[in-house]
Antibody, heavy 119, light 112 residues
Framework: QVRLVQSGPEVKNPGASVKVSCKAS????????VHWVRQAPGQGLEWMGW????????HSVQKFQGRVTMTRDTSINTAYMELSRLRSDDTAIYYC????????????WGQGTLVSVSS | QSALTQPASVSGSPGQSITISCTGT?????????VSWYQQHPGKAPKLLIY???NRPSGVSNRFSGSKSGTTASLTISGLQAEDEADYYC????????????FGTGTKVIVL
């Protein structure tokens, strides 16, 4: 089964961008879509979008369109999520999570990356 | 696309059974058998408990079971244990073209 390790915590100013990485090991990375889910402090899970198995297609929730860019480099088994024009309400833990092709459940999850946005 | 509706909290004594509901619409829970459930302990990433309404991944205790009726899915925890105290989230695939997946609002399980 795939194992996911995310990049470390980030502190950003409002208006800046952040890029979170998610490195996979242990299984064939191109068998999986990579989804991004975030969780604001004390709040629930919020699905943001996905990038497909080969990195040539993405889908994101309308509220993030224009601000989020999801990419992946299959040569190094790593996926990326970049969020631009950060606001204070983007402060959250960002999780990458895989979904095997032709399934509809999230498993496994990365450990999460805390992104703090504050001036 | 709104979040699926879950009760804020459910409590029970050790050994009891509890059920958490997850109410959606005819565009998600009511239309697809793609409901999954996740357990999240404080400071940890969520963990898959149930997928495709009723299926348990290997390694997940058989004390956890899932079901669905109409637009409401349910997670039942039988033989409640102290370690089951955590947050639980449901999720469903959706026919919405603007948001293909949606999570529930989350339920805090309290073991008395």
């Amino acid at each position: 089964q795939v194992r996911l390790v995310q990049s470390g915590p980030e502190v950003k100013n409002p208006g800046a961008s952040v890029k979170v990485s998610c490195k996979a090991s242990g299984s064939t990375f191109t068998d999986y879509y990579v989804h991004w889910v975030r969780q604001a402090p004390g709040q629930g899970l919020e699905w943001m979008g996905w990038i497909n198995a080969h990195g040539d297609g993405t889908h994101s929730v309308q509220k993030f369109q224009g601000r989020v860019t999801m990419t992946r480099d299959t040569s190094i088994n790593t996926a990326y999520m970049e969020l631009s024009r950060l606001r204070s309400d983007d402060t959250a833990i960002y999780y990458c999570v895989t979904m095997k092709t032709a399934t509809s459940y999230f498993d496994p999850w990365g450990q999460g990356t805390l992104v703090s946005v504050s001036s | 696309q709104s979040a699926l509706t879950q009760p804020a909290s459910v409590s029970g004594s050790p050994g009891q059974s509890i059920t958490i509901s997850c109410t959606g619409t005819s565009s998600d829970v009511g239309h697809y058998n793609y409901v999954s459930w996740y357990q999240q302990h404080p400071g940890k990433a969520p963990k898959l408990l149930i997928y495709d309404v009723t299926n348990r991944p290997s390694g997940v205790s058989n004390r956890f079971s899932g079901s669905k009726s109409g637009t409401t899915a349910s997670l039942t925890i039988s033989g409640l244990q102290a370690e089951d105290e955590a947050d639980y989230y449901c999720s469903s695939y959706s026919s919405s073209t603007t948001q293909r997946y949606v999570f529930g609002t989350g339920t805090k399980v309290i073991v008395l």
